[in-house]
């Protein structure tokens, strides 16, 4: 079974990309932004883990973990980011591992990521890697529309994704098997990702 990576900026329109896949494939989708909010609950000792690293309460007083504790700490503190992501990333990649034995029969899972190109350790995860991009302005309109809002909000985001931010500019290339441009249709992004997956394991 392979890992097949997806990942993608602001806006660029990954999720689209893995719901084509997965809706042709019926393949198995982990979604790493999402679940890694999950594994404070399933994995006590990581928060507890956390709130040594960081000096702070990061759960309210009914013990549940509470996400802007944690974001207002480590947003302007790369030191402490790095640090906290170097506790939280083994722990998520063996949730992956443990959800993924129930595919372990099929061609490919696929592993969705925004960040995964700039986390030096994720560096090599997955056996295949997907990037799904479109210029910034492209991006910029997308996630305004979609989230309701304001530009300067989602230029705010946008600014924790600087590799995605200079691949999408041209400043750098990108160190995946396959690049999905997204500027057309849902009918051409439709084409253009099962060309991908053609290339990658043949019709499915």
Request: hydrophobic fraction near 35%; charge should be negative.
């Amino acid at each position: 079974m392979d890992v097949l990576v997806v990942t993608g900026g602001i806006g660029s329109g990954k999720s689209e990309v893995c719901r084509i896949i997965q809706e042709e494939s019926g393949c198995g989708l982990y979604n790493a932004d999402t679940n890694v909010k999950k594994l404070y609950d399933s994995y006590p000792s990581l928060l507890d883990g956390i709130e040594d690293l960081t000096g702070c309460l990061l759960r309210d007083e009914d013990g549940r973990f509470v996400p802007s504790r944690l974001s207002e700490k480590i947003f302007s503190d790369k030191e402490l980011l790095d640090q906290v992501e170097a506790l939280v990333f083994p722990v998520l990649t063996e949730d992956f591992r443990k959800w993924s034995e129930k595919y372990a029969e099929d061609k490919f899972v696929i592993f969705e990521s925004a960040t995964i190109l700039e986390k030096p350790l994720l560096s090599g995860f997955g056996d295949k890697v997907i990037l799904v991009d479109a210029p910034m302005h492209v991006r910029l309109e997308r996630a305004c529309r979609r989230d309701s809002l304001s530009s300067d909000q989602i230029k705010r985001r946008m600014m924790n994704q600087t590799m995605m931010n200079d691949i999408s500019e041209g400043r750098i290339r990108p160190q995946a098997d396959a690049v999905i441009l997204n500027v057309g249709s849902l009918d051409e992004l439709r084409r253009d990702t099962l060309s991908v997956i053609d290339n990658f394991y043949g019709h499915i």
